[in-house]
């Protein structure tokens, strides 16, 4: 299995200011016939399911405001939050589809400070 | 706008099989290309990806479950099922049934299976 892991598990960032999220796959997500990283970040609040943010790493859901930004590829990404809004408080997972077992990361908790 | 449903009992006996079905609703199950997921999300823990099944009909399953898993689509009820058999309180969770082209878009609200006797 791919092992997806997030850092930080918890974070607090003042309104305005930037928010940084690291994934680490523990084998390439890059397909190299097409290069494309099959990487995705969701963002999930209490009692809902979660909602895909952005998908190959990079490309931004349709809908998803633009302060959100994701980067990175092979084995590391990072998800990016470029002015935290209080609606960006949520729980935060990357996720492969490189290959199944499709994996998860533990989540990352995002706060306002 | 496709959306989904989950449903099934939100109580199972130990040993017994866990049996959820998801309505899929603004769009047929058996067009395009898709995979139709089930995930599912332990009460304050992440998100543990069970198993899918292709429009073709191929499926795909976590090996750590394989060997209780059965996920399989009804194509004239628009419907796809998860069954897993054998539970213990391990598979208490909030199961998810998704729809995507590898990374789930689409998602249900969730329902939730308690195992308890």
């Known amino acids: 299995d791919i092992v997806m892991t997030q850092s930080p598990d918890s974070l607090a960032v003042s309104l305005g200011e930037r928010a940084t999220i690291n994934c680490k796959s523990s084998?390439?997500?890059?397909?190299?016939?097409?290069?494309?990283?099959?990487l995705a970040w969701y963002q999930q609040k209490p009692g809902q399911p979660p909602k895909l943010l952005i998908y190959?790493?990079?490309t931004r859901e349709s809908g998803v405001p633009d302060r959100f930004s994701g980067s990175g590829s092979g084995t590391d990404f990072t998800l990016t939050i470029s002015s935290l809004q209080a609606e960006d408080v949520a729980v935060y997972y990357c996720?492969?589809?490189?290959?199944?077992?499709?994996?998860f990361g533990q989540g990352t908790r995002l706060e306002i400070k | 706008q496709v959306q989904l449903q989950e449903s099934g009992p939100g109580l199972v006996k130990p040993a017994q099989t866990l049996s959820l079905t998801c309505t899929v609703s603004?769009?047929?199950?058996?067009?395009?290309?898709?995979?139709w997921s089930w995930i599912r999300q332990p009460a304050g823990k992440g998100l543990e990806w069970i198993g899918r099944?292709?429009?073709?009909?191929?499926?795909n399953y976590n090996p750590s479950l394989k060997s209780r898993v059965t996920i399989s689509i009804d194509t004239s009820k628009n419907q796809f099922s998860l069954n897993l058999t054998s539970v213990t309180a391990a598979d208490t969770a909030v199961y998810y049934c998704?729809?995507?082209?590898?990374?789930?878009?689409?998602w249900g609200q969730g329902t939730l299976v308690t195992v308890s006797s």
């Open positions: 084998q390439t997500v890059l397909y190299s016939s097409n290069n494309k990283n099959y």
């Open positions: 603004g769009g047929s199950i058996s067009s395009g290309s898709y995979y």
């Open positions: 996720q492969q589809y490189y290959d199944t077992p499709i994996t």
């Open positions: 099944i292709h429009t073709s009909g191929s499926t």
């Open positions: 190959w790493a990079s």
């Open positions: 998704a729809r995507g082209v590898g990374y789930p878009l689409y």
